[in-house]
Every structure is written in structure tokens, then in C-alpha cells.
């Protein structure tokens, strides 16, 4: 797929509605490059655009093969109901899906417009869910575009590829590539969702000029990987990243995802191409079940390493806002079946570092009572996951790109559970996190607590949610968190620039952990 940005003429299609005159849009039905879409009308009076295809169905030949462009259509396409999830075992919980079937032709994106007119030129969103690489869909309601659409903004979420389908490494493949490469199909899927973006979203009353892209966890690596891709040049303005990039997790070497996963190839009996794409897509997914598939440097859509590429400063180079929640791992994951004493939590941190690198961490991280333990062991797991790969990204960028980049931690907890005077986490009480745990931000980011109904939100949840979603949405419409009644956000600039708290009383306050990550980076080194 050609790399380039199309100057396309969006024609509307004319319906027989009462005022829709001029380039007014229709309220149900728009024009893109492949024919006419019809959508439906949210409560809001947002109009919505559902189960959108973005290339072929990666199915028969086309699996594990470049997304290909989509054929056009003759008539009206319905578009009210999201299409298929990406095949996936149910790995994680909390992933509540709205689609209403699992199928390996998974290549559709929704859109959330207040656009009245083609003609109104509104910033977009576009958001990458997460899940590991292995779970989730751009149907799933904590990432709904109605609340985000409110505000101004065209907002789209996107499927792409998942586990072996997404990311199988095979020199199958590499013979067969054009690139002679394999893996990232999955990034190359949100590549593809972003040309169809350039191309398209015009038509819905979106400024292709002012593109964000965002994501979480997964979602936030695909953004890092986004902006290191050379493929991705000019598709997207700014970025947002929450909780996680792929600077500094010490890549899997391709050749060695390449011996990994041609065994597990040999072993389902397959000698060809042929066999390998005959099989059923539930075969694939169950002889997989047991294996990670994680993005490699293919030397197409990754040619290094995105920790070189940042350094380089050969990424893109756009405005970015990134950060991470104060609880992303418990203690649990320091400490294990360990009782919570002060000598297990030394020992465990012996034996996870070794020697002078145990007594440093021990000096970072220092408790003296099981409660202190429970709190450091709670931040060095959390610097061990998202913090320290965020941080290397947000540090990176600010170093090389030449634009701004903002900084926050989010730090709120959940409320109680709806029905239950209980605290929010699903652990026992003497397990809960410290904080806000992985994922937990994405809602109150988002404008979507009242999407999850686990939880009893309050009005302190709203408010932290109002403030999170006004710093999102003016950065997406300006590249600066900054607004009218918000607490003051500074870019950073240095080494000890602040960062934003954001919590019930949000504020800008300064850091005081930078030794911490400086020693994760010496750990990569």
C-alpha cells in the first residue's frame, strides 16, 4: 500500500429530506470513496456510522497478507451495527464488547460525527483499543465516540488483527511479501484505517489536516509505533498515549519469533501457504492459545527499533500527550504469594535485580513497615510495566521531536461497586491497589463512566471525568490540554518538568521520581 495522502472530491448524495439543502448532509446517509452509507442517530442527536469497512476481509489468500483497499458497493450500506470482533479467546474480563459476532473478517471501523455540513472542517480522534494484542474491539463501550463527538470532534475507533492473525512472524511469508517481510499486520490494519481516514472522514464533517490519533495499553504501543512507522508519515497531527509504548520492552528478536512461531506452524501439519491459509480460523485461534504473538522489526512498517527511531528523531514528529496511572500493577506482582513484610519484599527484590542493581532499587524504593512495602512494591511494579515505557517515550520525543509533549498521572480510584458499599477493586480488600490500576482512566478519559455499570460513580468521578476529557479534547482540537476553568498544564521542557496529577482536585505538581526511571533505563541498557 502506497504511502500518500489523496486530495479526494467527497460528493454528497442527495435524499429527499425537508432542509437538507446545499452541502448539508443528510441525517442518516453520506458518500465516501466507496459508495453510500446509511448510520443511525444517538440519543444525542449525534450520528453514528457503525460496522464501516476499511479494507477487504483478510480471509482465504488474503490472510496474513497487507490489508487491501476496499471494493466499492452498489446501493445504500447499512452501517448501525459494529462489525465482527477480531478473533479472540476471552483472555481479559473486563472487555465488554458490543459486537454481536467473532469473525477473522474483522476490518470495520466506527464514526461519531456532529457535523452538520462536509464543510465544517471539526478535528477527528481516532482510537486504537487495547487488550494485549490478543483481546478487544473498537465496538467496546468504554471507547464510545459519542461523548468525545459531543464536544466537536469526529470521533472513530478502529478494529485490527489480533494474536497469530495479527502478528505471525513465517518465512512463508517473507517469501511471499513484496517488502520480504512478515508480522505487524495488525499495525499495518491501523495503518490502512488511518489512509481510509485521509480519504474519507471530510465526508462526515472531519478535517483530515487534524488528525489525533490515541489509544491505551496495546492501543497506546500501537500509537508509538504509529508515529515510528516511516509508513505513517502525514496521516495524523497529534497523538495521545495512555499507559504504555514500545520504547525500551526489549523487542523479541525477529529471528527468533520467526523460530518460534514456524514451529508451532510445523506442528498444526501445515507444509505450505495453501495449508497454512486452509485451515479453519477457530483452529488457528485454539492452536494458539497458549503463545504470544508480539510485534517485531519486520524492516517494513518497523525498520528498527522504535527506541532508535525516537532517538534519531526520525519519528513523527507531532504534539503528544502521554502518561500513566499511579497503580498500573499491584504489590502482588513484587511480592507474589509472599506475606507483605519488609524482609520478603527486600529478598523478592534481590532475586528480581541481583547484586549492585537489588541495592539500588532497594534505595529507590525503600520501605521500613509492611504498609510502606505495599505502597513501593506497588510503584515499582507500575514503573516495571506502563511508567517506565511511557516515560521513555514521553522523555525520547521531548528530546528529539521539537514539539510539545505533556505529562500526567492519573491517580483517582474507581468508586464503589454498584449495589455494594465495598471499594472498587475486584481484589480483597488487603489486595486492593494503591491508587488507579491499569485500564481504569479510559472512561473517565473518554466521557463513558455511565457505559460501565459495575460501578456506583459519584460526583467526584464525574468531575475528574469532566477535567480528563477537557484536557483530551483540547488537545485533540489544538495540540494544548490547556483551557478555560482547567488547572494550569505545562509542556515538558526538561529532565524535572512537572506533571499533571489528575484526580478530584487535579494540579500540576513537580517530579519526584525521575532517579526511578533513570535506573529502568539502565536496566535496558
Not at 504511502?3 to 467527497?10: D, E, G, L, Q, R
Not at 520478603?344 to 509492611?370: C, H, I, Q, W
Not at 509533549?405 to 491517580?411: P, Q, S, T
Request: charged residues 20%.
Amino acid at each position: 500500500m502506497k504511502n500518500c495522502v489523496y486530495i479526494i472530491t467527497i460528493t454528497i448524495l442527495s435524499v429527499q429530506t425537508a432542509g437538507c439543502q446545499g452541502n448539508k448532509l443528510p441525517k442518516t446517509r453520506v458518500t465516501i470513496e466507496n459508495g453510500v452509507l446509511e448510520g443511525g442517530i444517538e440519543a444525542s442527536g449525534i450520528r453514528s456510522f457503525k460496522g464501516v469497512p476499511f479494507a477487504q476481509p483478510p480471509v482465504g489468500d488474503l490472510r496474513f497478507r497487507e490489508p487491501q483497499a476496499v471494493r466499492n458497493w452498489e446501493g445504500v450500506r447499512k452501517a448501525v451495527d459494529f462489525g465482527p470482533r477480531p478473533m479472540q479467546l476471552p483472555f481479559y474480563s473486563d472487555i465488554r464488547s458490543r459486537s454481536k459476532e467473532m469473525s477473522e473478517d474483522c476490518l470495520y471501523l466506527n464514526v461519531w460525527t456532529p457535523a452538520k455540513s462536509s464543510s465544517e472542517h471539526l478535528p477527528v480522534l481516532v482510537y486504537f483499543h487495547g487488550g494485549g494484542f490478543i483481546n478487544g474491539d473498537g465496538s467496546e463501550s468504554c471507547y464510545d465516540g459519542e461523548s468525545m463527538a459531543q464536544r466537536g470532534i469526529v470521533t472513530v475507533t478502529v478494529n485490527y488483527r489480533l494474536g497469530i492473525f495479527g502478528f505471525l512472524v513465517h518465512p512463508y511469508l517473507e517469501v511471499e511479501s513484496p517488502h520480504h517481510s512478515s508480522g505487524n499486520y495488525g499495525f499495518l490494519d491501523q495503518h490502512a484505517a488511518l489512509v481510509w481516514v485521509q480519504q474519507n472522514i471530510a465526508a462526515f464533517g472531519g478535517d483530515p489536516a487534524r488528525v489525533t490519533i490515541a489509544g491505551e495499553s496495546a492501543g497506546s504501543f500501537s500509537v508509538s509505533a504509529q508515529m515510528a512507522s516511516p509508513l505513517s508519515k502525514r496521516l495524523f497531527a497529534g497523538a495521545i498515549g495512555e499507559s504504555g509504548s514500545l520504547l525500551g520492552t526489549g523487542f523479541i528478536a525477529f529471528k527468533d519469533a520467526e523460530q518460534f512461531e514456524s514451529r508451532l506452524v510445523e506442528d498444526l501439519g501445515c507444509a505450505t501457504l495453501h495449508d497454512l491459509r486452509a485451515l479453519s480460523a477457530e483452529k488457528l485461534l485454539a492452536a494458539s492459545k497458549l503463545s504470544r504473538f508480539p510485534p517485531v522489526i519486520d524492516g517494513y512498517f518497523l525498520p528498527k527499533s522504535p527506541t532508535d527511531i525516537f532517538s534519531d528523531g526520525s519519528q513523527m514528529p507531532v504534539p503528544l500527550l502521554a502518561g500513566w496511572n499511579s497503580a498500573e500493577k499491584d504489590y502482588l506482582f513484587v511480592l507474589g504469594k509472599d506475606k507483605l513484610t519488609v524482609n520478603n519484599y527486600e529478598d523478592d527484590v534481590r532475586r528480581m535485580f541481583g547484586g549492585d542493581n537489588a541495592k539500588e532499587a532497594l534505595r529507590l524504593y525503600k520501605a521500613s513497615t509492611p504498609e510502606e512495602v505495599k505502597q513501593v512494591a506497588t510503584d515499582l511494579a507500575t514503573d516495571r510495566n506502563s511508567g517506565y515505557t511511557t516515560w521513555k517515550w514521553i522523555d525520547l520525543h521531548r528530546k528529539t521531536s521539537g514539539k510539545p509533549v505533556y505529562r500526567y498521572l492519573f491517580a483517582h480510584p474507581r468508586p464503589a461497586m454498584a449495589g455494594t458499599s465495598e471499594d472498587a477493586s475486584e481484589n480483597t480488600p488487603v489486595n486492593k491497589p494503591i491508587g488507579a490500576a491499569h485500564t481504569w482512566e479510559i472512561e473517565y478519559a473518554l466521557g463513558n463512566l455511565l457505559s460501565n455499570k459495575a460501578y456506583a460513580w459519584t460526583a467526584d468521578d464525574r468531575r475528574v471525568s469532566e477535567t480528563m476529557e477537557s484536557y483530551f479534547a483540547n488537545f485533540i482540537k489544538s495540540g494544548n490540554p490547556n483551557g478555560q476553568g482547567l488547572a494550569s498544564w505545562a509542556a515538558v521542557n526538561a529532565e524535572n518538568s512537572p506533571i499533571m496529577l489528575i484526580d478530584v482536585n487535579s494540579h500540576s505538581e513537580p517530579e519526584r521520581h525521575f532517579a526511578r526511571y533513570k535506573f529502568m533505563d539502565s536496566q535496558k541498557q
